[in-house]
């Protein structure tokens, strides 16, 4: 864990999104607390980790979700030397 980003207010906003129960709540939180890039640029980073995860190639994900191969590359290296949270989700979420 990154003890640079581990602050209390860090913490706080955890406890939020931990406290939410729907996909609903989570659009009205999730829209009140991001722009619309910044959570479009949130779920684009998602969905390269999983089209990574599955073995496409950057030209197959920078054509299908408009990322950059900088993007593309940050989320790989994440995926490869990160603190393995995507493979958290990833396997909650069974993809």
Request: glycine share 6%; aromatic share 10%.
């Amino acid at each position: 864990m990154n003890k640079k980003i581990k602050t209390e207010a860090v913490d706080s906003l955890f406890d939020a999104i931990l406290s939410l129960e729907s996909r609903e709540e989570c659009y009205s939180f999730f829209e009140d607390l991001c722009t619309v890039n910044e959570l479009l640029s949130l779920s684009q980073r998602f969905e390269v980790a999983a089209m990574l995860k599955c073995g496409r190639t950057y030209l197959e994900i920078a054509e299908k979700t408009g990322a950059s191969t900088a993007t593309i590359s940050r989320v790989n290296r994440s995926l490869n030397y990160g603190n393995d949270g995507y493979e958290l989700v990833f396997d909650r979420i069974g993809k």
